[in-house]
């Protein structure tokens, strides 16, 4: 099947600074998107969810932006703190395929003191 | 506590034994998925369930593994005959229902084969 990427595996930024995740993905029919945070031992975690109708969507501190003309999905984290240090997975459902998602490789956010 | 919950949390097993693990799901929820993730990986899917109907199998899930979900409530993943390329750390998800698709995931089971 088609497969959600990431630009890049490791991501550092400062505590306090805003940090960006980018996300790539092949299939043009996917019309539901999440973002997880993981940490280690510990499964994916909910961060915030958009559909295809939709090109931004806000929660607590964080903000996905989808733009469905390069297949493109970005999260974005307001004044990373220590606590946002994971992995994060992208991950896209397209319900004419099937009622799995498909998660990309994931990105290791490091924040620095 | 009423999030998914699995059991065991951590199992080591020597090749060609049997495993079998459990996962209960957020309460009410239909939908009910296994998924496998290696390390540095994302999660791959497995198998679903509505209620306790499996809807969908994976590639991935071979003869050798089989879910079963019998009350539509709490599901088992079984591995026949494990092998160490079994290691990893099995996932299980709920959603609420067909339109209401978010997963929300247990903490794991982590599979060591030796």
């Known amino acids: 099947g088609e497969s959600v990427g990431l630009h890049l595996p490791t991501l550092s930024v400062q505590e306090g600074d805003n940090s960006i995740i980018n996300c790539a993905y092949s299939n043009s029919a996917s019309d539901y998107f999440i973002w997880y945070k993981q940490e280690s031992g510990k499964g994916p975690q909910f961060i915030i969810d958009?559909?295809?109708?939709?090109d931004k969507r806000q929660g607590q501190r964080v903000t996905v932006l989808l733009n469905k003309t390069v297949k493109h999905l970005s999260l974005q984290i307001a004044a990373t703190q220590p606590g946002d240090s994971a992995v994060y997975f992208c991950a896209e459902n397209d319900r004419n395929y099937g009622q799995n998602f498909v998660f990309g490789p994931g990105t290791r956010l490091s924040v620095l003191p | 506590d009423t999030g998914v919950s699995q059991d065991p949390r951590h199992k080591i097993t020597k090749r060609g034994q049997n495993v079998t693990f459990r996962c209960d799901p957020i309460s009410e929820h239909n939908r009910l998925y296994w998924y496998r993730q290696t390390l540095g990986q994302g999660p791959e899917f497995l198998t679903y369930?509505?209620?306790?109907?499996?809807?969908?199998k994976s590639r991935l899930l071979s003869d050798r593994f089989s879910a079963e979900r019998p009350k539509g409530s709490f599901s088992t993943l079984e591995i026949q005959r494990t092998e160490q390329g079994d290691s990893a750390m099995y996932l299980c998800?709920?959603?609420?229902?067909?339109?209401?698709?978010?997963?929300?995931f247990g903490p794991g089971t982590r599979l060591l084969v030796l």
């Open positions: 958009i559909r295809s109708n939709m």
């Open positions: 998800a709920s959603s609420l229902s067909e339109y209401q698709e978010t997963q929300y």
């Open positions: 369930f509505q209620n306790e109907a499996q809807l969908e």
